[in-house]
């Protein structure tokens, strides 16, 4: 991996690489402290966002928007 791209980020956070995209990903960013900071502060940012929209998926969905998803044809 020559340069560490948000989409690489973005997949590493997701889980959405292989083992040896993982290796060269982790070891591209140990190398470069700019990679370092940026991965580090979009880890921030997603756990915020788990933190604050996590418990939403718990809740239960409200009546009147069932029965207007049961009305609409798709």
């Given at each position: 991996m020559k340069r560490v791209t948000m989409t690489h980020i973005n997949a590493y956070l997701d889980g959405a690489l292989d083992d040896q995209e993982r290796r060269e990903f982790e070891d591209a960013?140990?190398?470069d402290a700019d990679a370092k900071a940026l991965l580090s502060l979009h880890r921030q940012h997603v756990d915020e966002l788990h933190r604050l929209y996590d418990p939403v998926l718990e809740e239960e969905v409200p009546s009147r928007m069932l029965d207007l998803?049961?009305?609409r044809s798709f």
């Open positions: 960013v140990e190398s998803l049961r009305k």
